[in-house]
């Protein structure tokens, strides 16, 4: 990969021919792959100690554990434990707080080295990870899917991939960056480091144009931050 391209973060910018000017600008989306390869080797997303670090997100106390308290009840409710699937994984410091809740924890992530780093990290013995890109390739059956702080990064025609997924998982956990108030749902985006959140807008499942359908919709959880920077919040879905 060119230096050039590097510096353009997470979309290619190609010079196309074009009748009036000779040139037109023409943006293309890089696979998420490369995109979320790039956000942390190029510590998009802020950094700490760590090789990998996903965001404030997964690491402010006030956001992570009211998310744990919640998730760790509702996994905790069962008598006996859900084979959980964590969907885009991330750097882990919230799934590992959840693996003991577990029948089995499968974590992913498209990042391969972010997955071999976790392999040499974190071990126990229900604790599997995989590399895999949710939007294309099967997904391991499980009763339950996280989904935290994924489809607020990732395009409209993604999330419609993914959700065909998650039709199967009996419990969807999902977190989302959302504007505080109404808002219009589901503005498209190009995956990448950045959420519809600058657009004004959020994923609202239930909403065109993915109209995902479930048998009830519980919020579990849902955290304002400060100075109007929107509200992080996490839904259970019940699909069938
Ligand atoms: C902001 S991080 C959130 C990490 C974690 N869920 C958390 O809440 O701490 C989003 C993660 O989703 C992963 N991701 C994005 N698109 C993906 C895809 N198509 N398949 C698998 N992982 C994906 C990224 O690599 C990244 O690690």
Request: aromatic share 10%; hydrophobic share 40%.
């Amino acid at each position: 990969m060119s230096l050039l391209l590097q510096n353009a973060t997470y979309t290619t910018v190609l010079f196309m021919k074009n009748k009036e000017n000779g040139t037109k600008r023409t943006k293309k989306p890089w696979p998420t792959k490369d995109v979320m390869e790039q956000v942390y080797a190029m510590k998009l997303w802020g950094s700490n100690t760590s090789d990998f670090y996903s965001g404030f997100g997964s690491h402010d106390p006030r956001l992570v554990n009211p998310y744990i308290d919640a998730v760790t009840s509702f996994l905790s409710s069962f008598e006996s434990p859900l084979v959980v699937c964590d969907l885009g994984c991330g750097d882990f410091n919230v799934g590992k707080e959840l693996v003991k809740d577990a029948e089995r924890y499968v974590a992913i992530d498209i990042v391969a080295d972010l997955i071999a780093h976790h392999k040499e990290t974190f071990k126990a013995e229900n604790l599997e990870f995989q590399c895999l890109d949710i939007a294309r390739d099967d997904l391991p059956a499980a009763d339950c899917a996280l989904v935290r702080q994924v489809l607020q990064h990732v395009s409209n025609s993604e999330i419609q991939s993914i959700l065909s997924k998650l039709k199967d998982f009996k419990y969807v956990i999902v977190t989302e960056h959302l504007p505080e108030g109404d808002f219009d749902p589901n503005k498209d985006i190009i995956s990448g480091q950045g959420i519809r959140l600058k657009k004004q807008s959020g994923v609202d499942l239930l909403a065109p144009p993915f109209n995902f359908k479930v048998e009830e919709e519980k919020q579990l959880v849902s955290v304002i931050l400060d100075d109007s920077k929107g509200v992080i919040a996490t839904t259970l879905y019940e699909t069938f």
